[in-house]
């Protein structure tokens, strides 16, 4: 099970984006989707999509969090064709962040914000390793400006199979950037690709719970470890959810809850909806209890 998934918060767009989004790559499909009702959102939808390999978590759960460019999808790309036609596609309804152009840093690259709110960046590339077509993108701003290289740090050290690959920094003269703050940095958690950088224009928006980083626990023991090591924010933690020192959002969730809400049936559901309800930190045990209506 792929360990860290990107989950993406939607008022109501969470199956009309799914189905846009597999329309975007080869070797993508809708993986599963459940209704979770009797929410504070009402009743609630959770689909979880494969795009050419990577998975995916998107819920429709009411309007009150708002994606935002602070993370984005980097997709690695092969031919500038791949690019252009994805460009078209997510121009439709969308808003381009950074025009389609060549860079000094690739020869074709795009910043392109989609029609449900979803940021992508679109670079050409020398070769696509498999597994790693999808970047999550880290950007810190406002009040987490400068702080991208503790950050990587400290997630490297939380999570295993995790290293620093490569870090560029501000030098002088690039202003409003500070010397020695990111200007881009590539780290793998768990094997995974991620990327960060800080940025100290003016921006309107910063890390909330609309992108979420989903951890995949196998048991007790790692729910509490996560749990331990992330949250910073105790107002913050609610039903598996936390947010770090830096601001940015995670959830951490047992392995056995994707299996719950996939295969149980109404009452099932019901009753570890309202378990998990009254849940800061997931007590997995109760949950299964739950489940069985123990």
């Given at each position: ?9 939607y ?8 189905s ?7 070797d ?10 009797d ?35 980097r ?33 074709k ?34 009040e987490h400006?400068g ?50 950088m800080d ?49 940015v ?9 994707e ?36």
């Amino acid at each position: 099970m792929q360990k860290i998934v990107t989950h993406l918060w939607y008022d109501k767009q969470a199956a009309e984006a799914s189905s846009f989004y597999i329309s975007l790559f080869e070797d993508s499909r809708i993986e599963s989707s459940a209704k979770i009702y009797d929410t504070p959102s009402g009743t609630s939808e959770l689909v979880t999509i494969s795009l050419a390999g990577t998975r995916f978590m998107l819920i429709s759960a009411g309007p009150f969090f708002k994606i935002n460019p602070s993370i984005s999808i980097r997709v690695d790309c092969d031919t500038v064709e791949e690019i252009d036609i994805l460009w078209g596609k997510l121009s439709d309804g969308g808003i381009a962040l950074m025009p389609l152009d060549s860079y000094p840093f690739s020869r074709k690259y795009g910043w392109i914000q989609d029609r449900y709110g979803l940021s992508w960046q679109l670079m050409l590339s020398d070769k696509v390793a498999e597994g790693r077509k999808f970047t999550p993108t880290l950007m810190f701003t406002g009040e987490h400006c400068g702080q991208a290289g503790a950050a990587i740090r400290f997630y490297t050290e939380v999570f295993s199979n995790s290293s620093l690959e490569g870090e560029l920094y501000y030098g002088e003269n690039e202003e409003p950037d500070a010397p020695g703050t990111v200007k881009h940095a590539a780290f793998t958690l768990e094997g995974q690709p991620f990327a960060a950088m800080d940025s100290a224009y003016q921006h309107e928006f910063t890390f909330n719970e609309a992108v979420s980083l989903l951890v995949n626990c196998k048991d007790q023991k790692e729910i509490d470890y996560f749990w331990e090591k992330l949250s910073f924010v105790p107002e913050a933690e609610q039903c598996g959810w936390l947010k770090d020192k830096y601001g940015v959002s995670w959830q951490i969730v047992p392995e056995a809850m994707e299996e719950m809400l996939r295969k149980g049936n109404p009452e099932q559901l019901k009753r570890v909806t309202a378990a998990f309800l009254q849940m800061k930190k997931f007590d997995l045990a109760k949950l299964r209890e739950a489940y069985e209506g123990n």
